[in-house]
């Protein structure tokens, strides 16, 4: 033991050693202790070394602190050392740092009032709590609430919960929040709301029974015990209210900073309303009872408010007003009652001054006479024997007389309430079970205790008692469970002082012994207590310096009494008169109420009462009353033992859980702690004592598993044994030497105080040490690692620098060999550049020179060669002149010569021509000749012409250039001259010149100052012209910023459109999930209500109730169509005028509720129905006046009408007069051989037979046709009324529309953008003028009008396109029709060729009448309105053909079957085996073979329940999943559907549908939680649903049908109505669905995904308290999660194969997903024990594998991960780092999917499993909040598990064809015949 003790107290261990401030103070060691060492060198938290003196006699060392890791623990008893610093200081970290006001002490819950409202009461947080084990979450009210239930219902004995603690610890709030858990979580057994009733009692209890004190704004004033009761199915059927020591004395009496009860200073805030004005109240300031204490107002409390919620309060309960005004009647006269003021008329006798306003008011209001009240408030009377006397009073005396009056009234009133409130509470319904929640005082001290705090402390010490008792019984009953040794534990027996109270001769015995002497005294009863028990018992004592005290050592501290008051306290004493007068009043009947049941005799004396009177008169005893006088009132004292010893029977008789509430400051601080205020209240209310009860014997337990997981560390492998237990058993043998240390049971070890800490410090040495030989380890690799890498750093630089310092030699040789060329080539330049210098200017002068020599000589050749030009042009000139006269005289002189020979020759020619006949006479043969003369001269004719020609060109050239010789010859002349002149102007040229010099020098001057000038202003122009570009340029970059800025925002709001375009779109889906959740919360409430309407039925009908243990509403719910509620409406009229004599048992507010509520329901229908009715009122108004408008216009159509009614029946008669003619044929022959073939009855048939199927055929086809025009034309008409009633939004959806391409779009987006953008700021601003701005909106409307223009070019273009191959396509249709139709009738027989032409110029009609519609509406109408009622006539007709065909069909069948058989039968009978028979072949028409099988199924009316039984009640879903097609069912109730469609039965479909509706309804009540029986009706129905749609005729739903399945069609009846009331039944199911898996799945959950360890080893088990060891429910086995997978491979599975759509698989995916999310994170955040790192990492593991699950069935985009966000953010959030502001900020943005409430809950709750972690500070959760506040979101802090999201049910049509499905004959469904 000595070597144990030196080990703890060893160097660095942490002790407390007391305080006077802190009670307990934390301090350190800092040497080890020895045995013979007299004190401890201590270090304390702030650094002061300090030496703690030990005890040299006993040696008592300080308290030694427990491990971290057990701090803050949710049970007191898992702490190691079990004492009260340790309780003290856990209490105080959970409350301060972790805000946890709940903690479990074993049985006890410690309650420490927060002072400020807390979200961890809502609704949310009762349903986390409902069937959770009481250990398994975090301490709560809740918690010890859900306890007592489950062992009420698992044990079938009574509960019940002691709320205890002072004046403002919060009892009366504990218990509101117990009952307000009952009424939660256990509903109520009938419709009257009686949970409400008892939630409702509240807030009138506190009104009259809670006051302000200095402690509590809302304190308790009196005691209650309130037992609610349970039925058998464990529901609320009633309560009751017991009451205990009403404080009267605060009625007239309140101390400062106090007030009177609640009710007064409601009624005074109230008093402006009209309805109080008769009380005649005013501000409470003005009356004395309620001003007294000086503070009439509470912060934060509006009075007004109060009164109201406590009126409707009294109304719930069935006050009504008269009542309720007469209750506030009497609380007004107690107020104007205080006010009376009393005065002196002498030392003895006082009076009222007449005419008092308050005692009139007084007895105007309880409706007494004002004098007789004014006489007894100054008066008394006194009897003696003989006589009685009416006493004067003095006026102290009155004035107590009237307070006394006051505060009987007040409690009379009071005890009315509380009788009035059990009588609401309490019903006919038989109680099974009850759960008392008793609210009372605690154990109370004050400067000045009188009786109240006696009787107070009284009650406590039996409460202390009794708790003790429960306490050591459950110890034993543990130690023998476990079969371990055990010994009696001592501990506190507090018997001697409940007999110092209450046994004989006792405090109470003597205080009524005192009371019933006529001159009983305070000082006299004192003296008694002084001689009976001063000497006698240890626990009374006597006041040194008092003798009118006493003081009782209580179980919690002494408490000294005054005497004072005692007596009169407890005689509670009223004049009697004063009550004759109240019960004299007979307007008022409320207050003689109050007082019928008043005791004859009100003073325990025995004093008999007078008749009264103003005077001292001697009057007779009454004889009658002689018997009465014996009798004594009960004093106040008697009657609170014995309603305490019913309290404590009834506490012994249940099962009871303990709630103590602690105050922890005196100011109403939020979460302020003061240690003194807390130990007081701990020491007083049995927390301590149960811890020392508890540290007496054995306090920690484990498991053997959890101590093998926690110890496996201090174990060798040679230590562990498969045998777990018998590990244990070494291991602990050998770690613990002392036996008596720890004691093994049948499932757990126990240890002694302290054993527990001893085993961590070994383990934390353990680790520490494993720890240090892993850092020496790391840090020696770590060296290493570093030493290698600096080895390898210098070799790498040493190669580096040998490398830098050889390129640097190599360098360096280089450079020099460089220098050296570069001086070699430098000097060679040198001297080239030097020759090259010099040979240029030699050149240079040489050039010079020899230029000079040729310019001189060029210019003297130049002058030579101009000079001899000159000459020879002028010789040449001179010649020419001379030759040109020599010549023109020469020719001159040949013409004339010629001319003289030529006139001479014509002379002789003409006289010649004179003698022609001589001529011819004499030149005869002359001819020839003169025809070669004459061509002769014809040659020189051409000659002389050329000749001239060539003159008159010679003539030209000769003037030409005798002109130009004239020109020179004059030129020449002129230059002579010029010569002459210009000499002679030499001399005066010569002074010119001079002249011109002088000028020149001046003008050089002045281009001298020009070109400075110049200069000067080129480079001002230059630097201008660089500033103006600079200028530029940056205007051109403000420009191009701008254009970006201007692109930036457009990009900007084009975003931003899309993202405002998608959030609106986000919202309407948001808005249309929220509204289809609320339609089907409605649903769910309206089917709820129909059950429970059923359920009532049912009991009624049987009256007889099963019993079993129900927690929650049936989740059943039915959706009746309005059909089967009328009937079922109708029967529950007749089963209730049936079971009269059963209703008149049943609770009248039950049934009218339900009444109320049915009228509710069917008025709301009834509204639905009218305003349908409304609706089509208004369609047939419309129509009518069509009607009215087009009749004229049916003339034509009637005519053709009646022709073709006329043909149809000819047709009609001619087929009956067949058929006639047949039946004649058949039974008029009667010989033997008449069916044979070839016989004459035989060929009719067969003829007839022929004919009638072609007329069928015709005629089916006729009415093809008809139907599809009656089908276009009716969508024309729903088109043209769209079109015609279209509001303005849809012009711009057509204008849309009528946009070809994505350009025209675009432009129209670009073109609305710019409209919208008048929010964008204006960028013309942006410079002065706004150029840039102008020139970029130029820019821009130029380029919009260009794009416009192209737009509208492109779309005529298009249009045009458009138009003209629309109507090429039109005429191709056309034409292709028209073949096609060609075709048809050619293949077609005359008759029906003429049928077909008809039908086709009908359509063509239609279309052309379409055509015009479209054009001319309003010229169309009529004839549109006019074809389609002649063709819904002609449907008609048809139709009704159509069955009378099928009717003569059928005969016809019969009759040739019965022809094939007597045929068959002949021909056997005739023809011998082996015989042939050479017979007459005849011809024969060959009959049509019949069609195929069209889908339907046909059953008779009375084979109905038949086929609802087989194929829906008495259906096994396995064998039907397996086996068949899945939704087989479903398909053939829609086959026997389409038969009573196709039979135009109306009744029938009717009837089918509603029974399918009720059997589905039925079967999910009887098999509600088989889920796979809820699976495969969701299916079905699913299906069912789907088939309406599928062949509804719809064309929106018969997109992907066949060409087969769209003539299965429904073509009678439209089902909308009923597909609506199908989708309700699919929702109902598809919540039963939810709810089933839930039941399945929620025992899983927590287990599988908390609790479990997946990960082997990573989590560390803690030490647990006494909650782990009593859970309410034994161990089932535990839930891993594999279980959870299989469980959802189960549910998959099963949908799979019942055929449930892929949709809504994924939508029930998610709901399980959500589900499982929502409780793992609730209950993490109501665990502290589950909020570790390892356990976020276990978390974040099994989240993968579901994730893993989804990926696996393909299911990862059903939205079912993103439900499992919040929890996948918690689990990081524990995994995290969580110290620095980069921490915080890293939290705030990874975790959006918690709410702030979690955040700061996860980090509160965060509890390090070992040592080596670090708990999280306040400092860092107060950042988290900071940076959270801005988030707006929810305060709720739990995540709803009962959402279920709104279902949706997708079309999925079945390709299925209804043709060939078989009926399997397992199902018992032969009378079923196929069509």
């Excluded at 349903?127 to 859900?146: K, L, T």
């Excluded at 009294?314 to 609380?331: K, R």
């Excluded at 289809?1076 to 409605?1082: A, G, I, K, V, W």
């Excluded at 099963?1694 to 409780?1719: N, R, S, W």
Aim: proline share 3%.
């Amino acid at each position: 033991m000595d070597w144990e003790m030196e080990f703890m107290f060893s160097d660095r261990a942490r002790v407390w050693i007391p305080d006077v401030e802190e009670v307990w103070k934390s301090a350190e060691l800092i040497k080890d202790y020895k045995n013979e060492d007299t004190s401890l060198q201590l270090t304390l938290e702030d650094g002061t070394n300090i030496e703690h003196k030990l005890d040299p006699k006993k040696k008592n060392l300080p308290y030694l602190r427990n491990p971290d890791i057990l701090v803050g623990e949710n049970d007191l008893t898992a702490l190691s050392y079990l004492h009260e610093p340790a309780v003290l200081h856990n209490l105080k970290v959970r409350f301060i740092d972790s805000k946890l006001i709940y903690t479990y002490c074993g049985i006890v819950l410690v309650a420490i009032n927060p002072y400020e409202p807390l979200p961890i009461y809502g609704t949310d947080i009762i349903n986390a709590y409902s069937g959770q084990n009481m250990g398994d979450m975090d301490p709560h009210i809740f918690a010890v609430a859900e306890e007592a239930y489950k062992q009420m219902a698992r044990d079938e004995r009574n509960q019940s919960i002691i709320v205890s603690g002072e004046s403002g610890a919060g009892k009366t709030v504990s218990a509101k929040y117990a009952m307000r858990y009952f009424a939660t979580v256990s509903g109520s057994a009938s419709e009257a709301n009686v949970e409400d009733k008892v939630l409702a009692s509240n807030p009138i209890m506190e009104a009259i029974g809670n006051a302000k004190t200095t402690r509590n704004d809302n304190s308790s004033r009196f005691g209650k015990y309130i037992e609610i009761g349970f039925d058998t199915r464990y529901r609320i059927i009633g309560a009751n209210m017991r009451t205990y020591l009403l404080e009267k004395s605060r009625v007239v009496f309140q101390a400062d900073e106090e007030r009177n009860y609640h009710i007064f200073y409601q009624l005074c805030a109230s008093s402006h309303l009209p309805e109080f004005k008769i009380l005649k109240l005013s501000s409470a300031n003005d009356f004395l009872y309620t001003r007294q204490g000086r503070s009439p107002v509470i912060e934060g409390v509006d009075d007004t408010k109060e009164l109201s919620t406590t009126r409707n309060a009294f109304t719930l309960l069935g006050i009504n007003e008269s009542y309720q005004m007469g209750l506030f009647q009497v609380l007004a006269a107690i107020l104007h009652l205080g006010n009376v003021e009393i005065k002196d008329r002498d030392s003895d006798s006082s009076l009222i001054p007449p005419n008092n306003p308050h005692l009139m008011a007084f007895c105007q209001l309880v409706g007494v006479a004002y004098p007789d009240m004014s006489q007894w408030l100054c008066h008394r009377k006194l009897k003696t024997a003989t006589e009685t006397y009416v006493k004067p009073l003095p006026r102290l005396q009155a004035t107590n007389a009237r307070d006394a009056l006051s505060k009987h009234i007040y409690a009379k009133l009071f005890n009315w309430i509380v009788e009035h409130v059990n009588k609401a509470l309490i019903t006919n319904v038989k109680q099974h079970s009850f759960i008392g929640v008793l609210d009372i005082y605690g154990f109370e001290t004050f400067e000045i205790n009188s009786f109240e705090q006696f009787c107070i402390n009284y009650a406590n010490e039996k409460l202390q008692q009794q708790f003790n008792m429960h306490v050591f019984k459950l110890e034993q009953e543990e130690y023998m469970k476990e079969e371990i040794p055990w010994t009696l534990i001592d501990f506190y027996d507090n018997q001697p002082c409940i007999n110092l109270i209450e046994a004989k001769m006792g405090v109470l015995d003597l205080l009524d012994e005192e009371c019933k002497m006529p001159r009983g005294s305070d000082d006299s009863w004192a003296q008694k207590l002084y001689n009976t028990h001063l000497k006698t018992c240890s626990l009374f004592q006597k006041p040194r310096m008092s003798n009118r005290a006493f003081i009782i050592q209580h179980f919690a501290d002494k408490v000294e009494y005054q005497c004072e008051g005692f007596l009169e306290k407890n005689k509670d004493t009223v004049n009697e008169e004063q009550i004759n007068v109240l019960k004299a009043s007979k307007k008022f009947d409320l207050l003689v109420e109050l007082f019928q049941d008043e005791e004859k005799a009100t003073s325990p004396t025995g004093q008999v009462p007078g008749t009264g009177g103003r005077t001292r008169l001697s009057i007779k005893p009454d004889k009658g009353r002689d018997k009465s006088s014996k009798e004594h009132k009960k004093t106040v004292g008697c009657q609170f033992r014995n309603s305490l010893q019913m309290l404590m029977e009834t506490l012994n008789a249940t099962t009871p859980h303990y709630v103590r509430c602690i105050k922890p400051n005196d100011f109403k601080l939020a979460f302020s702690f003061d240690p003194k205020r807390a130990v007081q209240q701990l020491r007083a209310c049995g927390v301590l004592e149960t811890i020392r009860i508890s540290a007496a014997g054995f306090p920690s337990r484990w498991t053997y598993q959890e101590f093998f997981s926690r110890y496996r560390v201090l174990m060798k492998q040679k230590d562990v044994l498969a045998d777990k237990k018998l590990t244990c058993k070494n291991v602990l043998e050998k770690l613990v030497q002392d036996q008596d240390k720890y004691q093994f049971g049948k499932t757990k070890i126990f240890f002694r105080a302290g054993q527990v800490a001893y085993l961590e410090k070994l383990r934390a040495d353990k680790l520490r040490a494993a720890c240090i030989r892993i850092q020496k380890t790391i840090r020696c690799w770590l060296a290493r690692k570093k030493y290698l890498r600096k080895r390898s750093a210098a070799i790498t630089i040493q190669r580096f620098t040998r490398g830098y310092q050889a390129r640097c030699l190599a360098k360096f040789l280089r450079r020099t060999q460089a220098a050296t060329t570069i001086q070699k080539y430098q000097r060679m330049c040198v001297e080239r550049k030097r020759y090259r210098q010099k040979q240029a200017a030699a050149l240079a002068m040489q050039t010079i020179l020899r230029a000079y020599m040729a310019r001189q000589k060029y210019q003297a050749l130049l002058r030579e060669h101009k000079a001899v030009i000159i000459q020879k042009h002028v010789r040449g000139w001179l010649a020419r002149c001379w030759y040109k006269r020599c010549l023109y005289s020469i020719v001159y002189l040949q013409c004339c010569i010629r001319r003289m020979k030529a006139r001479r020759e014509l002379k002789k020619l003409k006289i010649e021509a004179r003698s022609v006949e001589h001529f011819k006479k004499l030149n005869k043969g002359m001819e020839n000749k003169i025809m070669q003369l004459q061509r002769k001269i014809d040659e020189q004719n051409k000659d002389s012409r050329s000749l001239n020609e060539k003159l008159v060109s010679l003539e030209n050239s000769y003037s030409t250039e005798s002109e130009k010789m004239r020109g020179e010859l004059g030129r020449l002349r002129g230059a002579e001259e010029d010569a002459k002149n210009k000499t002679n102007q030499v001399s005066s040229l010569l002074e010119e010149l001079e002249k011109l010099k002088k000028e020149l020098r001046v003008t050089q001057q002045e281009k001298k100052t020009i070109e400075d000038w110049a200069q000067t202003y080129r480079d001002e122009m230059e630097t201008l012209v660089s500033e103006l570009k600079d200028q530029n340029g940056s205007l051109k970059k403000e420009k191009d910023d701008l254009n970006r800025m201007i692109q930036e925002q457009s990009q900007q709001m084009t975003e931003k459109m899309v993202r405002s375009i998608a959030e609106e779109t986000q919202q309407l889906e948001t808005d249309l999930n929220e509204e289809r959740s609320r339609y089907q919360n409605l649903l769910s409430e309206h089917l709820r209500l129909e059950e429970k309407y059923d359920d009532l039925k049912e009991a009624l009908s049987s009256n007889v109730t099963k019993p079993g243990h129900r927690r929650t509403d049936s989740t059943h719910s039915s959706n009746e169509s309005e059909y089967t509620y009328n009937s079922e409406y109708a029967e529950l009229e007749d089963g209730s005028r049936a079971a009269e004599d059963v209703t008149r048992g049943i609770d009248t507010s039950l049934t009218l509720k339900l009444q109320k509520r049915l009228t509710e329901l069917e008025q709301e229908k009834q509204s639905l129905r009218n305003e349908l009715e409304n609706k089509e009122e208004q369609f047939q108004r419309a129509r009518a006046r069509d009607d009215v408008e087009f009749k004229k216009a049916r003339g034509a159509e009637l005519e053709y009408e009646s022709l073709k009614r006329q043909e149809l029946e000819s047709e009609n008669k001619k087929l009956k007069h067949n058929l006639a003619e047949m039946r004649q044929s058949l039974l008029g022959n009667a010989a033997a051989n008449s069916g044979a073939p070839g016989s004459p009855a035989y060929k009719v048939l067969l003829d007839q037979l022929n004919t009638s199927c072609e007329e069928l055929d015709v005629r089916k086809e006729e009415v093809l046709i008809l139907r599809s025009q009656l089908v276009s034309q009716k969508e024309a008409m729903h088109h043209k009324d769209e079109k015609g009633t279209m509001t303005e939004p849809s012009v711009f959806v057509d204008d849309v529309s009528k946009l070809k391409d994505s350009d025209e779009i675009k432009q129209a987006y670009i073109g609305l953008k710019d409209t919208n953008r008048s929010a964008a700021p204006e960028f013309h601003q942006l410079n002065e003028d706004g150029e840039l701005w102008l020139v970029n909106q130029g820019l821009k409307e130029t380029i919009r009008l260009l794009e416009h223009q192209l737009q509208t070019q492109r779309r005529t273009h298009d249009n045009e396109v458009e138009t003209l191959r629309g109507e090429l396509q039109s005429v191709k249709e056309e034409n292709s029709r028209q073949q096609q139709l060609l075709a048809q009738n050619l293949q077609l027989p005359p008759e029906a060729r003429i049928e077909a032409s008809l039908q086709h110029e009908i359509t063509r009609l239609t279309n052309e009448n379409l055509e015009l519609m479209a054009e001319d509406p309003a010229a169309s109408r009529e004839a549109r309105v006019a074809i389609l009622r002649r063709m819904v006539d002609l449907m008609e007709q048809l139709e009704k053909q159509d069955r009378t065909i099928r009717k003569l069909k059928k005969q016809l069948k019969v009759y040739s079957k019965r022809i094939g058989e007597m045929g068959a039968g002949q021909t056997e009978g005739q023809t011998s085996p082996g015989q042939m028979v050479e017979e007459p072949i005849h011809p024969v028409n060959i009959p049509r073979r019949e069609k195929d099988f069209q889908g339907m199924l046909e059953y008779k009316r009375e084979d109905e329940l038949k086929l609802v039984k087989n194929l829906i009640l008495e259906l096994k879903p396995r064998g039907v999943a397996v086996n068949l097609i899945p939704g087989l069912p479903a398909y053939i109730l829609f086959m026997c559907l389409r038969h009573a469609d196709y039979l135009n039965d109306d009744q029938k479909v009717r009837t089918l549908l509603t029974s399918t509706i009720n059997s589905i309804k039925k079967i999910l009540k009887k098999r509600g939680d088989d889920f796979e029986t809820v699976s495969f009706w969701l299916s079905n129905t699913c299906r069912f649903l789907h088939c309406l749609k599928q062949y509804s005729g719809d064309e929106a739903f018969m997109k992907h049908n066949s060409s087969r399945q769209n003539e299965h069609c429904l073509s009678n009846f439209d089902l909308a109505e009923y597909r609506q009331v199908i989708s309700d039944l699919a929702i109902q199911i598809y919540q039963q669905l939810i709810k089933c898996m839930e039941n399945i799945l929620q025992p899983m959950i927590v287990s599988g995904m908390l609790e479990h360890e997946t990960i082997q080893g990573v989590s560390g088990v803690k030490p647990t308290g006494l909650r782990k060891r009593t859970s309410s429910i034994a161990d089932e086995g535990t839930y891993t999660l594999d279980s959870i997978l299989r469980q959802l491979n189960a549910f998959h599975s099963t949908m799979c194969q019942h055929g449930t759509d892929p949709e809504l698989i994924k939508q029930v995916v998610k709901q399980q997903f959500y589900i499982i999310g929502a409780v793992t994170l609730n209950n993490l955040l109501l665990r502290k024990d589950m909020c570790s790192w390892s356990k976020g990492m276990q978390i974040r593991y099994n989240v993968s594998q579901l994730e893993e699950w989804l990926r696996d069935k393909g299911l990862m985009t059903c939205g079912a991960k993103e439900t499992l966000e919040p929890l996948i953010q918690a689990a990081q959030l524990l995994q995290v780092k969580k110290k620095t502001d980069e921490d915080a900020e890293a939290i705030c943005s990874m975790c959006q999917a918690l709410t702030t409430a979690q955040i700061v809950k996860v980090l509160n709750l965060y509890t390090p499993v070992n040592e080596f972690e670090e708990r999280v500070s306040v400092a860092f959760i107060r950042t988290i909040q900071t940076r959270l506040r801005d988030r707006c979101e929810s305060p709720q802090l739990l995540m709803d598990t009962k959402m279920i999201y709104p279902v949706t049910f997708p079309f999925n049509p079945s390709s299925l064809a209804l043709e060939t499905i078989q009926i399997p004959g397992s199902l018992n469904l032969g009378f079923l015949t196929r069509v």
